[in-house]
């Protein structure tokens, strides 16, 4: 069972994710891409990526946007490690989308 983190342990390694934010009690990225297609791209890759993981953020599909937030239901909707492994996968097929 993945244990919450703490308010630091969540801040310290945010610090290590630019662009990612808490948003209430979920981490946040909004990623903006080229085009709808490509943006489109990006989350068939995020699922894969989640099945993998099984672990699964809420995902929106803009025009030309891509956003995820993510907490980990198992523990009540607290973030944890689960939610920073996702975090930094996606933050590492990102640039391969063009995303920014
Ligand atoms: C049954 C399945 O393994 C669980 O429901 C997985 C699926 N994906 C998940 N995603 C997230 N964000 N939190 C979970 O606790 C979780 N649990």
């Keep these: ?6 308010q630091k ?5 945010l610090a290590e994710l630019p662009g990612w934010s808490l948003d209430g009690d979920r981490l946040a990225r909004s990623y ?14 995020i699922a894969q ?7 699964h953020s809420d995902l929106t599909l803009g025009y030309n946007t891509v956003s ?3 907490n980990t239901h198992s523990v ?3 973030v944890t490690g689960l939610d920073f ?4 996968r996606v933050e590492a ?3 391969g989308h063009g995303a920014r």
């Design 9 to 13: 342990e969540i801040e310290d390694r």
């Design 85 to 88: 492994e996702l975090a930094t």
């Design 76 to 78: 009540g909707g607290a």
């Design 93 to 95: 097929l990102a640039p």
């Design 49 to 55: 990526v989640q099945e993998e993981l099984n672990h």
């Design 68 to 70: 995820l937030t993510v």
């Design 32 to 45: 903006r891409l080229g085009t709808h297609f490509a943006a489109t791209a990006m989350v068939v890759h």
């Design 1 to 6: 069972m993945p244990e919450p983190l703490s």
